[in-house]
């Protein structure tokens, strides 16, 4: 699996969204729905996609939205996914509140980057979904999105940013 891979399931999320044939009510949505494309696109084997998953070398309770990769064995004798790529999501969607959405980009900042540089994995992604132009917005006089890629680069500038936002009347993913 590479960022050219997933970057398509992204795009094919988005083509079914701007089909109305995706409608996001939360976050889980969003998971289930990538988990879905990626298994009937069989782009890996399906004993390698995993949700809400532990890996190998993450801590211990800790776990990933989507991971891809064989399940092995850890020391104390649980399963955990060696990963070959982890995908964190994070949504901004119709229906919540400014301090709602604010919880969840401070998630990415506080949360999902931090989770992220310390796996031992080759692709990790961060996948944003904003359906209402929230990290457009500015946080601390600098647009949201501009924030979450300074950020990244104080973590680890190999975690992908993959950005699905409205452009016009259709959603769009880009790579950031």
């Known amino acids: ?53 532990r890996v190998l070398g993450a801590e211990r309770n800790q776990k990933f939205d989507i991971v891809l990769g064989p399940i092995e064995t850890r020391e104390d004798g649980r399963p955990a996914v060696r990963a070959q790529a982890v995908i964190e999501i994070k949504s901004f969607l119709r229906g919540f509140t400014d301090p709602q959405h604010r919880v969840h980009f401070e998630h990415v900042l506080n949360d999902d980057l931090p989770k992220l540089s310390r796996i031992p994995c080759p692709l ?3 996948v944003l979904f904003d359906e209402v132009g929230y990290l457009n917005g500015l946080y601390q006089g600098k647009r949201r999105v501009e924030v979450i890629i300074e950020k990244r680069k104080t973590y680890d500038a190999n975690i992908n940013i993959l950005l699905s936002q409205t452009k016009g009347d259709k959603l769009v993913s880009q790579l950031l």
């Not at 949505?29 to 949700?51: P, R, V």
Request: glycine letters at 4%; hydrophobic letters at 50%.
């Open 1 to 53: 699996m590479n960022l050219k891979a997933i970057a398509e399931v992204m795009d094919n999320l988005c083509s079914q969204y701007n089909a109305n044939a995706f409608v996001p009510l939360l976050e889980a949505d969003i998971a289930g729905h990538l988990y879905h494309i990626l298994l009937t696109q069989k782009l890996i084997g399906l004993a390698h996609i995993h949700l809400d998953s």
């Open 124 to 126: 990790k992604v961060e």
